[in-house]
């Protein structure tokens, strides 16, 4: 095996993969025709030493921001490594972000430079021109280039007047990651070329890819999972990405793209997993049974695994199963997936055992944004489902129990100490002194414990958690995510705070409603089925099976309601990054929670 590649900064990052993998793939865009291309490693390098004079021209200096209004792109990639290679500073916001956070943002990070990817955006972003003193320059990823402030006028005038790449040293701010907080403004959390590089050289150590392996890259670079763990990784590596435009569309470019590598959250892998049920709802009884037995043998022999045991007839069994059954579910997903790397959030053990059975390993790991990401990972040789793995190499996780005094069974608080944790809050000198101990380690405010062997078992976080009336805490992730294993549950918020019992607000998949409604004869529509009495029975059915071997009994759901409205990002009940806005939910449908407890 090779020795690991270790990097400086993120240009030298650059410098070493470009020289290294020079002729390779790296960005492969889709045509609307259906065709995909690819940018190589040198063609990337040159586009970034081209822009990278465009923005010197704009008066870039070292230390200054460069902001970002885009959704991942191939000019996203290019600017924001000519930015670190002028020494600046890349603070990244969402397309489907709210003006005020891009006020706020920009004004915050004193951004010189912002980059947009449309003219739809240009025209929002003028407005905000006037109200950030900071900010000199919008430039139009798709303008023109006989429009001066766009990404190709950039690249013909960077070309024309070169400059040489800078060479920061490890502590130099490279970036900002504004976290999406459920209340509040967002906070800045900067990041050093330091923070990711000691990433980037972890993962190096113990996660063996390959230039041949291919990801299909839909999460957004805004957020520091997918800047890291895909595309710096991914570049260290010499692997290709696919940049998925449409998350909707992800099936379908699985099957063009056939990548080797998915980077994915939880609610991705929830989607396959629910979708390959449905899929066997409806096959034959006799698949049916085919396929229960496919997985009753794969489980099986995970366990002899685990127990460093092997079966002769339990691979063979294995062997059959993976050719009649789950040759077809990876066909789906393209046909080359062999494993997936899970963060963002806990992915539940069963749906990672179910993925794992049809042949794609999930290696979950943890981090936060203020942990550059990554903190653990499970990797090749060091796998245990249901847990977010080990701390990877210069990190060490604490659990402070004292935290969590009032739920013991949950562990404790969380530390990451390490030189992945950030620099601190951009402007926040007491927020950042509330979570960072003079030894340098992290609060992450997430619950957890350690095993004997090290690895991590995340049990919720600490704000979200409430007290029964009974006195009895509650973490209500794990429960939601639990509730979301059913076909027929989109979303859910489990509720008690000071009450009684657990309540919970149900958001039904809408197709599968549908289908039961058609299957049962059941008259009208969307709004009719959610106080229909058969369907109030579906899921009193789906709650009660989903937690009875889970939940434990202060735990349970006394009371339930299905809501028409998705949470999404346009209505404010999630975050960019898709996590639940407990507290804007809880203000929504505030009466109708009360309304389950006015009887009790």
Known sequence: MSQPAQFKNLPDLLLQSTRRFDTRPLFGTRSVDGEWTYTTYGEFGELVTKMRGGLAGLGLAKGERVAFISNNRLEWAVSAYATYSLGGCVVPMYEKQNEEDWAYILKDSQAKILLVANDEILAKAEGLKTKIETLEHIVNFEGRSVEPLSYRALLEKGAESPVPSADPDPGELCGFIYTSGTTGNPKGVMLSHGNITSNVNAMQEIFPLAIDDRSLSFLPWAHSFGQTVELHMGISYGMSMALCDEVDKLLVYLAEVKPTLLISVPRIFNRVYDSLNKKMA????????????????????????????????????????????????????????????????????????????????????????????????????????????????????????????????????????????????????????????????????????????????????????????????VVPSPLEEQLKLSGFINQALVYGDNRQFNVALIVPDAEALAKFAEDKGVAGNLDAWLTNAVVHGLFRGEIETLQSSVFKGYERIGEFRLIPEEFTTDNDMLTPTLKLKRRNVISRYGSILDEMYAGS
């Open 282 to 473: 409806d096959a034959s009884p006799i698949q049916q049974r085919l396929f229960a037995a496919a997985m009753a043998t794969a489980n099986e022999r995970r366990e002899l695994s685990a127990r460093g045991e092997s079966s002769t007839l339990v691979d063979l069994k294995h062997g059959l199963f993976d050719k009649l059954i789950f040759t077809k579910v990876r066909d789906r997903l393209g046909g080359n997936l062999r494993y997936a790397i899970s963060g963002g959030a806990a992915i539940s053990k069963e749906v990672a055992q179910f993925i794992d059975n049809v042949g794609v390993t999930v290696y979950e790991g943890y981090g936060l944004s203020e942990t550059s990401p990554i903190a653990t990972a499970n990797y090749p040789g060091n796998q245990r489902i249901g847990s977010v793995g080990r701390a990877i190499p210069g990190v060490e996780i604490i659990i402070d129990a004292d935290a969590t005094k009032g739920a013991p069974e949950a562990g404790g608080e969380v530390l990451i100490k390490g030189p992945n944790v950030m620099r601190g809050y951009h402007n926040m000198t007491e927020e950042t002194a509330a979570v960072i101990r003079d030894d340098g380690a992290f609060r992450s405010g997430d619950m957890g414990k350690l095993d004997d062997d090290g690895y991590l078992f995340i049990t919720g976080r600490i704000k979200e958690q409430y007290k029964l009336e009974n006195g009895k805490y």
